[in-house]
T-cell receptor
Framework: KAGVTQTPRYLIKTRGQQVTLSCSPI?????VSWYQQTPGQGLQFLFE???????NKGNFPGRFSGRQFSNSRSEMNVSTLELGDSALYLC??????????FGPGTRLTVL | AQSVAQPEDQVNVAEGNPLTVKCTYS??????LFWYVQYPNRGLQFLLK????DNLVKGSYGFEAEFNKSQTSFHLKKPSALVSDSALYFC????????????WGAGTKLIIKP
């Protein structure tokens, strides 16, 4: 089975812009979660989608949003980018077991 | 509030020696516990998990972890370290009430010296 894929792998944006990141889960997985990883804050949960519905949301401002499509692919959007949004954004998918499998991440740099 | 602690920022071990990476947790209800490993510029790779059953869990690459309910710990172990085990290790807990949301420790950098 193919693993979780994320596109793009690297992004450079400037403050005030918006960005959309994409995640394709493992085939058959209906849960997709997003995490932000930074040196200062570590790994933080953004949100989880299951069957196109947001099931959980972390403590992030409304500038961070996401959605899931009927094929379980997910996108997350960050509007009005700030310098502090520079991070590795990780997507994870899960199926019937309790295990999340992660993609390689998207490295976002905000200048 | 649920939390995970990894008390050591870095662990140094000589190749061939046993290694232990520590993790303690605080969660209401029954914990679902996980270990992941991250290599530079890579995503997280699943190592092992404890859901229920035997307190000693065996995982990938020769790693195992021991669940201790009384000490609320879930330490990662390996009998004989390899240089290639050098990486960043994360402990995480999932509260069943929170869906698939994982709460993470800060990570422990493991350095295996030849």
């Amino acid at each position: 089975k193919a693993g979780v894929t994320q596109t793009p792998r690297y992004l450079i944006k400037t403050r005030g812009q918006q960005v959309t990141l994409s995640c394709s889960p493992i085939s058959g997985h209906r849960s997709v979660s997003w995490y932000q990883q930074t040196p200062g804050q570590g790994l933080q949960f953004l949100f989880e989608y299951f069957s196109e519905t947001q099931r959980n949301k972390g403590n992030f401002p409304g500038r961070f949003s996401g959605r899931q499509f009927s094929n379980s692919r997910s996108e997350m959007n960050v509007s009005t980018l700030e310098l502090g949004d520079s991070a590795l954004y990780l997507c994870a998918s899960a199926g019937l077991t309790d295990t999340q499998y992660f993609g390689p991440g998207t490295r976002l740099t905000v200048l | 509030a649920q939390s995970v602690a990894q008390p050591e920022d870095q662990v140094n071990v000589a190749e061939g020696n046993p290694l232990t990476v520590k993790c303690t947790y605080s969660v209401s209800g029954n914990p679902y516990l996980f270990w992941y490993v991250q290599y530079p510029n890579r995503g997280l790779q699943f190592l092992l998990k404890y859901i229920t059953g035997d307190n000693l869990v065996k995982g990938s690459y020769g790693f195992e972890a021991e669940f201790n309910k009384s000490q609320t710990s879930f330490h990662l172990k390996k009998p004989s370290a390899l240089v290639s085990d050098s990486a960043l290790y994360f402990c995480a807990v999932r509260d069943g009430l929170l869906g698939y949301q994982l709460i993470w420790g800060a990570g422990t950098k493991l350095i295996i010296k030849p």
